[in-house]
């Protein structure tokens, strides 16, 4: 049974930093893996989707990479804002139709 | 599309009674997954329906718990009776068929279920 570990767990910074969020898993025969956002009360926005031949997969500001063999997915955000404050989720996908199994998630805050 | 619609959004019952959470997935999605969120498991996978069949519900986590696809736009997940303990909140997320690498699901907004 996969499992998804997420660290830290939570993690506040001022605005403008650079940070990483981290995300382990011990499958590593997965399809592919994706780092979805959560805000308050509302449902996840998937943001970046990584198919298990690459590497890595960039949108704007947010870039993540994917160590497959060590089971390891980083999400780099450059230059945060407060906007992007809310909760990552990590989820690697088992393939095909399958649910997917997520991590407890960051809980990060930028700070004005 | 109006995406993945989910009522009612809140729900509070007492412990003991039925509770009936409705979910229609996007047009032409022909998968259907329900999710439960707690703070202390994070979330969880409860059941998946693939062209209104279900094919897992290895984390339905008990007789209480059951769901129907009875047509492609229309699921309901039913809790008789709750308990306190399922107080949470559960999401239901749609795909598309010919799943291929980047392929996703997508989520609608959930439901807050607060078992008193």
């Known amino acids: 049974k996969q499992e998804v570990t997420q660290i830290p767990a939570a993690l506040s910074v001022p605005e403008g930093e650079n940070l990483v969020l981290n995300c382990s898993f011990t499958?590593?025969?997965?399809?592919?893996l994706q780092w979805f956002r959560q805000d308050p009360g509302k449902g996840l926005t998937s943001l970046l989707l990584?198919?298990?031949?690459?590497r890595e997969q960039t949108s704007g500001r947010l870039n993540a990479s994917l160590d497959k063999s060590s089971g390891r997915s980083t999400l780099y955000i450059a230059a945060s804002q407060p906007g992007d404050s809310a909760t990552y989720l990590c989820?690697?996908?088992?393939?095909?139709?399958?649910?997917?199994?997520f991590g407890k998630g960051t809980h990060l805050i930028i700070q004005p | 599309d109006a995406g993945v619609i989910q009522s009612p959004r809140h729900e509070v019952t007492e412990m003991g009674q039925e509770v009936t959470l409705r979910c229609k997935p996007i047009?032409?999605?022909?998968?259907l997954f329900w999710y439960r969120q707690t703070m202390m498991r994070g979330l969880e996978l409860l059941i998946y329906?693939?062209?209104?069949?279900?094919?897992?519900d290895s984390g339905m986590p008990e007789d209480r718990f059951s769901a129907k696809m009875p047509n492609a736009s229309f699921s309901t997940l039913k809790i008789q009776p709750s308990e306190p303990r399922d107080s949470a909140v559960y999401f239901c997320?749609?795909?598309?068929?010919?799943?291929?690498?980047?392929?996703?699901?997508?989520f609608g907004p959930g439901t807050r279920l607060t078992v008193l």
């Open positions: 329906f693939n062209n209104n069949v279900p094919i897992d």
């Open positions: 990584i198919q298990s031949s690459q």
């Open positions: 989820a690697p996908s088992g393939g095909g139709a399958d649910g997917l199994t």
């Open positions: 499958d590593s025969a997965i399809y592919n």
């Open positions: 047009s032409g999605h022909n998968s």
């Open positions: 997320a749609s795909s598309p068929p010919y799943l291929g690498p980047t392929d996703t699901q997508y």
